[in-house]
């Protein structure tokens, strides 16, 4: 069945470091979606991408950025990780196909910066 | 800019209906959509409005009046697997979802 992962679901790292989260869709989807969940804020787009070669900055991008190389794949870095960052990370994936353009989130990547 | 606003929490009885109401400042957009999330996971595709009017699906109806600046998300019969999150969320310009902050719901036996 086709699906959305993440990986690593769980990540401790430490505060300069640098982190890549993994996201892979196999819907074919042509739009991707970072988002970050925090307490209090809901759900927030950090980056997102129409396309291979795609990409665009959400509301919280600073720290973070994205590289669209193939339609299933959208890696999150976080340059220099930072205490601020420690959040839930969802990545997403819609198409038009059908009229709507429903997301569909994978199941997460909780990461801990130190 | 969007605004979004939901109630933080709600309690309600098994068997019964909750009503959680999602309201929006915006310019303009192209449908609002609801999402359940349980605790630790990520969230599901409830329900879709483009148009105003009631969106019915099993227990779960989506309501939406773009002249109020009005949603809300109406479960009926509830069930203990029901306790959750719902996330109201408007798609604008750009095929891009903003969030409220969600409203959790307790089912109590």
């Known amino acids: 069945d086709a699906e959305i992962t993440q990986s690593p679901r769980h990540k401790i790292t430490e505060t300069g470091r640098q982190v890549t989260l993994a996201c892979h869709q196999t819907w074919n989807h042509n739009n991707m979606f970072w988002y970050r969940q925090d307490l209090g804020h809901g759900l927030r787009l950090i980056h997102y991408s129409y396309g291979v070669q795609d990409t665009n900055k959400g509301e919280v991008s600073d720290g973070y950025s994205v590289s669209r190389s193939n339609t299933e794949d959208l890696p999150l870095t976080l340059e220099s990780a930072a205490s601020s960052q420690t959040s839930v990370y969802f990545c997403?994936?819609?198409?038009?196909?059908?009229?709507?353009?429903?997301?569909?989130f994978g199941p997460g990547t909780r990461l801990t910066v130190l | 800019g969007q605004n979004i606003d939901q109630p933080t929490e709600m309690t309600a009885t098994e068997g019964a209906i909750v009503q959680i109401n999602c309201t929006y400042q915006?310019?303009?957009?192209?449908?609002l959509f609801w999402y359940q999330q349980h605790a630790g996971e990520a969230p599901t595709f409830l329900s879709y409005?483009?148009?105003?009017g009631l969106e019915e699906k099993g227990r779960f109806s989506s309501f939406l009046s773009r002249s109020k600046g009005y949603s809300y998300l109406l479960l009926k019969e509830l069930q203990m697997k029901d306790s959750a999150s719902y996330l109201c969320a408007l798609w604008a310009a750009g095929n891009k979802l903003t969030f409220g902050g969600g409203t959790r719901v307790l089912v109590k036996p």
């Open positions: 997403a994936s819609s198409d038009r196909r059908g009229g709507t353009d429903t997301q569909y």
């Open positions: 915006t310019s303009g957009f192209n449908g």
């Open positions: 409005n483009v148009l105003d």
